[in-house]
């Protein structure tokens, strides 16, 4: 049963971190570009960050370069979102997500999304 399943969400003071994870079944991780995405209340799902099927190559959304890392582990088929620095406006839930195209972010580009995962910045 293909399944991508988000974690380590959780309430963080501003400047903390975190680190999510994407964990994937029912699929052959390393033939797809896996992306992370965020919404928050209110507002439209904006992608974050995306890795492609090989791992070598990175795409961020301006807003989180530099902050944001992201790496895959195919051998445990998942792919983490290492955010680090955390700001107010990171809030919101936090999806992962497959595609067969190359590097984007683009949401209509992506398929079989996770439930997500809530973050939330707050002191």
């Known amino acids: 049963q293909l399944q991508l399943v988000e974690s380590g969400g959780g309430l963080v003071q501003p400047g903390g971190s975190l680190r999510l994870s994407c964990a994937t079944s029912?699929?052959?991780?390393?033939?797809?570009?896996i992306g992370w995405f965020r919404q928050a209340p209110g507002k439209e799902r904006e992608g974050v960050s995306c890795?492609?099927?090989?791992?070598?190559?990175?795409k961020y959304a301006a807003s989180v370069e530099g902050r944001f890392t992201i790496s895959r582990d195919d051998a445990k088929n998942t792919v983490y979102l290492q955010m680090n620095s955390l700001k107010p406006e990171d809030t919101g839930v936090y999806y992962c997500a497959r595609s067969r195209l190359g590097l984007t972010l683009r949401g209509p580009d992506f398929g079989s999304w996770g439930q997500g995962t809530q973050v939330t910045v707050s002191s």
């Open positions: 890795i492609s099927s090989s791992g070598r190559t990175t």
């Open positions: 029912g699929f052959t991780l390393g033939n797809y570009v």
